[in-house]
């Protein structure tokens, strides 16, 4: 089984409006050619016609079995209007998580101003996924997106589960510490590379989640993401089974660990919402 826990339904060619069911099309589309069965749909922090509002993706994939939503918030725009609406998603289990941008938005995660958006994933038991490290965008700052910072929140809100994406990369090894350190913080290995493994840099980094694995213990920790559409389904999970895990260890990233932490039922080798 497979849950891809960080896809997007953007438009990241920029010369073209795409519509949300057209990029979700595609999405579906490449989760069957590789046999993924649940996908975990990360909205923007910014809202534009090449990046669809919360309540859109919900409305698109409400009725889809195999498609989830996490509700991106703008540190710098979000209202309380905003709050009351994806708490009310929430409540009625249409959203599975909240997602911020540190590093595409000037602000670090430990700022007092998130404490209400904290705390309203502390009420719904859901958690929130931090962008980590490097920045598609070459106008983001990445000194914000620092995976350390993320300590800070770990701490002062123990009862918060937290998600650090991209492995905080190219940070890897602050990040293993933060994950080993923190009972309540997890990792995704999504976004990677841009496109498709080169076979170089694809042992680079298999070497690098190696000596994650290593430093942090059984990966309880780590949950299996791509990035998609930025990176290819399948190139990724070429990569996660060329680590060489026992099966044990792989079933818990490629599925098992996202179940849990996003509060997926399973039967039957299948998500049932």
Request: hydrophobic share 40%; with cysteine; proline share 5%.
């Amino acid at each position: 089984m497979i849950i891809d826990c960080h896809t997007h339904l953007n438009n990241y060619h920029e010369d073209r409006v795409r519509s949300i069911t057209d990029c979700l099309d595609n999405l579906q589309e490449e989760m069957s050619a590789n046999s993924v069965d649940y996908a975990l749909v990360l909205s923007s922090y910014k809202i534009t016609p090449h990046r669809p509002a919360t309540k859109d993706v919900v409305e698109a994939t409400r009725d889809l079995d195999n498609v989830a939503v996490v509700a991106g918030i703008s540190y710098l725009h979000y209202k309380e209007r905003d709050l009351r609406e994806i708490a009310d998603f929430l409540a009625n289990g249409l959203v599975k998580g909240l997602k911020l941008y540190p590093g595409y938005e000037p602000f670090y995660p430990h700022d007092r101003r998130l404490q209400v958006i904290y705390d309203l994933a502390i009420e719904f038991d859901v958690p929130v996924m931090i962008h980590s490290g490097d920045t598609y965008s070459p106008t983001g700052r990445v000194r914000y997106s620092h995976p350390l910072h993320i300590d800070d929140v770990a701490v002062d809100f123990p009862d918060l589960k937290l998600v650090i994406c991209h492995v905080g990369n190219p940070w890897i090894r602050d990040c293993m510490e933060v994950v080993y350190k923190n009972e309540n913080a997890h990792a995704d290995i999504s976004g990677l590379v841009l496109g498709d493994f080169e076979d170089r840099f694809e042992q680079f980094m298999l070497q690098e989640i190696r000596e994650m694995i290593l430093y942090a213990g059984e990966p309880k920790y780590l949950l299996y993401g791509t990035d998609w559409p930025i990176c290819g389904m399948k190139s990724y999970l070429k990569f996660i089974r060329g680590l060489g895990l026992p099966e044990k260890s792989l079933e818990l990233i490629l599925w098992q660990n996202a179940a849990r932490l996003f509060k997926l039922q399973v039967q039957d080798g299948k998500v049932v919402n």
